[in-house]
T-cell receptor, first 114, second 114 residues
């Protein structure tokens, strides 16, 4: 069955430190992969996506993610975290069983220390 | 930049009452979705809609739920007789096509059933 796993429920980093949020997926076909960010009380904002091609994708707000097929992973990274990055981050895979839809991970809540 | 809008942002209702959540998708999009996020849990697919009919619905989307596109712009989710467990954030999304196209999410409607 298709699934997305985000092993870290909470992560705390200091401002200026680097960040890596983990995402593993289970899907038999070529995945379409996404990272979304949700600030408190807000909707889901697309950070970046991977469809094909270069496995390192750049997104908004200085984020990047690397697709590793051998590890079924799509980890999100940022070299230097800002206090405004505190939010919840969701990894999602687009699947085409039935209609095309997203399967989301459980999310990682990021806290940034000043 | 075009965006998906949703109204109301918050709704409080009594158990057993009917609610209608409204969404205005991006104008040239053809595929429409509803997702649900119970507090503290992951975002879950409810239903997809294309060409004025449901393409797929999840197990969550039982007979209490219905969707329609009453005119050229609105896309609604109706819950006929709300239950306490329907309390959640409901997200509308739209996309240009399938598969693989990015889904753009609205800000969500937070529904509280008392």
């Amino acid at each position: 069955a298709q699934s997305v796993t985000q092993p870290d429920i909470h992560i705390t980093v200091s401002e200026g430190a680097s960040l890596e949020l983990r995402c593993n997926y289970s899907y038999g076909a070529t995945p379409y992969l996404f990272w979304y960010v949700q600030s408190p009380g807000q909707g889901l904002q697309l950070l970046l996506k991977y469809f094909s091609g270069d496995t390192l994708v750049q997104g908004i707000k200085g984020f990047e993610a690397e697709f590793k097929r051998s590890q079924s992973s799509f980890n999100l990274r940022k070299p230097s975290v800002h206090w405004s990055d505190a939010a919840e981050y969701f990894c999602a895979v687009g699947v085409s069983s039935g209609t095309y839809k997203y399967i989301f991970g459980t999310g990682t809540r990021l806290k940034v220390l000043a | 930049e075009p965006e998906v809008t949703q109204t109301p942002s918050h709704q409080v209702t009594q158990m057993g009452q009917e609610v209608i959540l409204r969404c205005v998708p991006i104008s040239n999009h053809l595929y429409f979705y509803w997702y649900r996020q119970i507090l503290g849990q992951k975002v879950e697919f409810l239903v997809s809609f294309y060409n004025n009919e449901i393409s797929e619905k999840s197990e969550i989307f039982d007979d209490q739920f219905s969707v329609e596109r009453p005119d050229g712009s609105n896309f609604t989710l109706k819950i006929r007789s709300t239950k306490l467990e329907d309390s959640a954030m409901y997200f509308c999304a739209s996309s240009e096509g399938q598969p693989g196209k990015t889904q753009y999410f609205g800000p969500g409607t937070r529904l509280l059933v008392l």
